[in-house]
Structures are given as C-alpha cells and as structure tokens.
C-alpha cells in the first residue's frame, strides 16, 4: 500500500522562486496536513485540511499556501521562496480513530 | 503559551531499559502521541495515552499522569535500531497537535 506520496523527495530552489510540493494519499483520510521540521524544533504545522473543499492555518502559514480540491491531494505552495524555508517538509493526514498521523517521507527543500 | 519538554539526547547500552520523559503544558488536553523517527525518516506511530496509566506494546511502554502533565516512553531490551528520535506530542483542546523537539536516543554495543 502507498499511504502518502511526497514529491520532490529533494529540491535545491533560487530565493524567488515559486515551488509546489505535492502530496497524495491513497487511505481516504478526510485531514490532511503540512508540517516543516527544523533542527532543534518540534514539527510546526504550516497549513491543514479537515475536509475536501476546505483549508486552515497551522502555526507558520506565511509564505506558503495550499488547496484541497479532492480528498486525496494536498499540494502545499511557496510563491516566492526565500532562505528560511529552507526545511524538510512532510504531509500527513489522520486516522479516525485515534488521531494517528501517517507521514509522507518527506520533502527536503534548500532555498539559497 | 504552550511547551512540550523532552530531553535533547540520551545514550543507552544495548539490552538495557531506557525511559524517555515528556512533560507538558497545554492548553486542554486530548491525548499524547509517542513517534518514532530514524534519521532521515518520517515519523511512525509507536503509542497514544489519553488515560491515565500504562500502555504496553511489546518492548515499548508508555505511561501518563495527566495530573502532573507528564509522560514517559519505556524501552525494553534496546537494539542497536532503537536508535531514533522519539517525539512526544499532545493533542490540545482545538484538537491540535503541539510537538515537542524530540529526544535522539544513541544505543551503544
């Protein structure tokens, strides 16, 4: 079973540059979310989706943006990337009976 | 404001028990999630407490004390691939998940 896709796995991107990390799931899960891990920090979510058609933002939303025009994709935009978004991006969404995260592998991203 | 401490790094020998704390301060509380997380991996679901008390599952044990806002995973008989990251997270009152750092656990032979 696939669970999440991620993609790029690994990206090397110029400040100013637009970028869009996709994420795909295969469970049906109606949640999904996007979070940044940094070193020394916890995961941070950026932006999340409780449901198909909707979206809201997590504790660090500026610079990026998502959409959720179907139940299994989440893409998650940076319209113009600056250094500090320099991070591993992953994509999870939520089972429904415990609130367990599944995680995508993961997106590194490298914005000089 | 709400926080999640949890050690930086611990080092343990193999076979030996390990225990990982985690104490919170959060806004309403919905449950504690323990992750593991090779490096260079995502995380993976090792437990959830939203009770009191101990969870057993295999070699890993996770306990809860709501009253004291604190939890700890318990290893068992270490392997050398017990060694990850382990992250504790609680879910708050809006149902959101606060992480904490994570803790890098080093196993030794």
């Known amino acids: 079973t696939a669970g999440i896709t991620q993609a790029p796995t690994s990206q090397i991107l110029a400040a100013g540059r637009s970028m869009t990390l996709r994420c795909t799931q295969d469970?049906?899960?109606?949640?999904m979310y996007w979070y940044r891990q940094d070193l020394g920090l916890g995961l941070r979510l950026i932006h999340y989706?409780?449901?198909?058609?909707?979206?809201g933002k997590g504790e660090v939303p500026d610079g990026y943006s998502v959409s959720r025009a179907n139940t299994d994709d989440f893409p998650l935009t940076l319209a113009s990337a600056v250094p500090s978004q320099t991070s591993v991006y992953f994509c999870?969404?939520?089972?429904?009976?415990?609130?367990?995260?599944?995680f995508g592998e993961g997106s590194r991203l490298t914005v000089l | 404001g709400q926080n999640i401490d949890q050690p930086t790094e611990m080092t343990a020998t193999e076979g030996a028990i390990v225990q990982i704390n985690c104490t919170y301060q959060?806004?309403?509380?919905?449950?504690l999630f323990w992750y593991q997380q090779h490096a260079g991996e995502a995380p993976t679901f090792l437990s959830y407490?939203?009770l009191d008390g101990l969870e057993e599952k295999g070699r890993f044990s996770s306990f809860l004390s709501r009253s004291k806002g604190y939890s700890y995973l318990l290893l068992k008989e270490l392997q050398m691939k017990d060694s990850a990251s382990y992250l504790c997270?609680?879910?708050?009152?809006?149902?959101?998940?606060?992480w904490g750092a994570g803790t890098k656990l080093i196993i030794k032979p």
């Open positions: 959060t806004s309403g509380f919905n449950g």
């Open positions: 469970m049906r899960h109606n949640a």
């Open positions: 999870a969404s939520t089972g429904r009976d415990t609130g367990e995260l599944f």
């Open positions: 407490n939203v």
């Open positions: 989706s409780n449901t198909a058609g909707t979206t």
């Open positions: 997270a609680v879910r708050d009152s809006n149902y959101q998940l606060i």
